[in-house]
């Protein structure tokens, strides 16, 4: 009897011991007091938007939270500002990644603001009232800009929206792609020829839809449209972005969104996300879009390979 006690302590001991090795051999470092201490404090579900730049900055922070040893839950694609937004004020996501102009304008029913720190501003104070917190934004701005093909920025040394505007003054035939919905918006058409002191012929605008406008241009049936700055098409087809050196389109930075209470339970998490937006300007998410747009890679791998050699995980 007294041996057979014996080997159930030795048996209960060996197995605690195992028990510790495996759980000090994780490898996870500590996100601040999170990891072994919150069996007490929230999960933070990560949500995000359908398009694959947003399921990127999601997949992005999923994977870093989850790494630094955060309780993390993935409903990253969850679904487009109508679902995303509601599920964030409610409580049923604890963060995902937005655009100043898009709460500015499209929740705040602010007008478009076209400078990028007033723009954070406004959104940073107004979404404090409803306990969310933005915390310091990305330095990319997903808005409009005005892209021609390679051989016309050659043709007339384009660098800027201005030289493009200079040579329409002088008469050159330049079709623009442009959409109906940018003819009649606020900031869209009339808004632009404000800025830049100029009238757009309309004999020469094409109207379509705004996403063809990058095959227009590959397919040479227009010299000028609108892209969006960081959509991968630009680059997968030799495109060149003139640079917005008026300011004529709205400031759309991205940066995340925690509610509160979330970063009251993680006080480390917005020096720690710091180290990843910081990481991500117009040229690498376009990298990373045309990652899994163009080379048809799947978000997660993209995600993973991007912090892996960046040295936010291992």
């Known amino acids: 009897m007294k041996k057979a006690l014996q080997y159930v302590i030795a048996v209960a001991l060996l197995v605690i011991t195992i028990v510790g090795i495996v759980g000090c051999g994780s490898g996870k470092p500590a996100g601040g007091d999170s990891a072994g201490k919150n069996e007490n ?14 399921l990127l900055l999601g997949t992005l922070s999923y994977q870093y939270l989850q790494y630094l040893g955060y309780p993390v839950e993935n409903k990253v694609g969850l679904g487009e500002l109508a679902v995303i937004r509601p599920a964030l004020e409610s409580k049923q996501i604890g963060t995902y990644w937005e655009y100043t102009g898009t709460v500015l304008i499209n929740v705040m029913k602010h007008a ?9 501003n406004l959104v940073k104070e107004w979404d404090a009232k409803n306990n969310i917190i933005w915390l310091d934004n990305a330095p990319l701005n997903d808005t409009y800009a005005v892209m021609v093909r390679k051989d016309i920025a ?9 030289d493009l505007i200079e040579q329409i003054k002088k008469g050159e035939k ?13 900031d869209g058409l009339s808004h632009f020829e404000t800025v830049y002191n100029f009238k757009y012929p309309r004999d020469l605008n094409i109207l379509a839809a705004l996403n063809i406008g990058y095959e227009a241009l590959k397919n040479n049936q227009a010299e000028m449209a609108l892209a969006y700055t960081t959509d991968a098409r630009v680059k997968a087809y030799g495109l060149v972005t003139l640079a917005d050196d008026k300011s004529a389109f709205a400031v759309y930075s991205a940066a995340p969104l925690f509610r509160e209470e979330i970063l009251e339970a993680y006080p480390e998490i917005p020096s720690q996300m710091k180290k990843l937006s910081s990481l991500l300007d117009n040229d690498t998410i376009m990298d990373l879009n045309k990652a899994v747009d163009i080379d048809k890679k799947s978000v997660e791998e ?8 960046k040295g936010l995980i291992k």
Do not use: H, M, W
Request: net charge positive; glycine share 4%.
């Open 41 to 54: 404090k929230p999960t933070i579900v990560v949500g995000s938007k359908t398009f694959t730049e947003a």
């Open 154 to 162: 050659d043709k007339y040394n384009l660098r800027t929206t201005s």
């Open 112 to 120: 478009p603001s076209f400078d990028e720190k007033e723009s954070f």
């Open 302 to 309: 993209v995600a993973k390979q991007f912090l892996t050699q």
């Open 174 to 186: 330049i079709r623009f792609i442009t959409s109906q919905e940018y003819l009649g918006r606020p």
